[in-house]
């Protein structure tokens, strides 16, 4: 019999009992994870699945793109993401190249907005580009220490077909000239296609 009613959708063995691990960096979850799970599903979105094998490949690939936009020790990168991939790929990307995470929630004003990025000193915003996120976010680039947005499309993980009838057709912006995007971002060697045909292929295989 189970002491909390929550435990009842645990997947055994999970135990709310169970001890915590010793303390560690946080990247180490998805690292740890990877290694010991590596063919698992560690995330489920809509028609589109990852293992804990490719998301910490992807995850690697956002470290690398970030960190080829200066991002390291000191520098604060805030996520403006709805509940996609893109948040968790983006939460430990932004550890593993050795920088700093700041939540903004998507339903923030703008002026909560521009507070929250300012008094966190946000340098790198990754935002998505639908109207509601990016209406606010790109009025604030050069704003106190902000200086370049990331924009995330939903059709960077699943078919158009299904972001077209999540969000309806053509309300996802483009990049400026001054944006980059995510796909691109994480394109560091070539590999990466934006609308997945199959399992992602490592570096390894290539």
Same mark, same amino acid.
């Given at each position: 019999?189970?002491? &909390?009613?929550?435990?009842? *959708?645990?997947?055994? #063995? /999970?135990?709310?009992?169970?001890? =915590? ?9 998805? @690292? ?13 979105? %809509?028609?589109?699945?990852?293992? %804990?094998?490719?998301?910490?490949? $992807? ?6 793109? $970030? @960190? ?7 520098? &604060? ?9 893109? %948040?968790?790929? +983006?939460?430990?990307? !932004? =550890? $593993? ?25 946000? @340098? ?6 639908? #109207?509601?996120?990016?209406? @606010?976010?790109? !009025? ?9 947005? !990331?924009? +995330?499309?939903?059709?960077?993980? /699943? *078919?158009?077909?299904?972001?077209? *009838?999540?969000?309806?057709?053509? $309300?996802?912006? *483009? ?18 296609? #934006? &609308? ?11």
């Amino acid at each position: 019999m189970t002491k &909390h009613i929550w435990e009842k *959708s645990y997947a055994p #063995p /999970v135990s709310w009992d169970f001890p =915590l691990p010793a303390p560690q960096p946080v990247q180490k979850i998805l @690292q740890n994870a990877a290694a010991q799970w590596p063919d698992r599903v560690g995330l489920d979105f %809509y028609d589109r699945t990852f293992t %804990y094998k490719e998301l910490l490949l $992807l995850a690697s690939r956002v470290a690398t793109g $970030l @960190q080829a936009l200066g991002v390291g020790p000191g520098v &604060h990168v805030g996520l403006h993401i709805v509940n996609s991939p893109h %948040y968790l790929l +983006c939460f430990f990307g !932004v =550890l $593993l190249a050795g920088g700093r995470v700041v939540n903004c929630s998507p339903l923030a004003a703008r002026r909560e907005l521009e507070y929250q990025l300012a008094d966190a000193e946000v @340098q790198i915003l990754i935002t998505m580009g639908l #109207p509601a996120l990016y209406q @606010q976010a790109s !009025v604030l680039k050069g704003k106190a220490r902000l200086r370049k947005l !990331v924009i +995330c499309r939903l059709e960077d993980f /699943v *078919s158009t077909e299904l972001s077209r *009838s999540l969000v309806g057709a053509g $309300l996802e912006r *483009s990049v400026t000239a001054d944006e980059v995007e995510f796909a691109k971002l994480i394109d560091n060697d070539g590999c990466f296609t #934006p &609308h997945p045909l199959g399992p992602l292929v490592d570096e390894v295989a290539v």
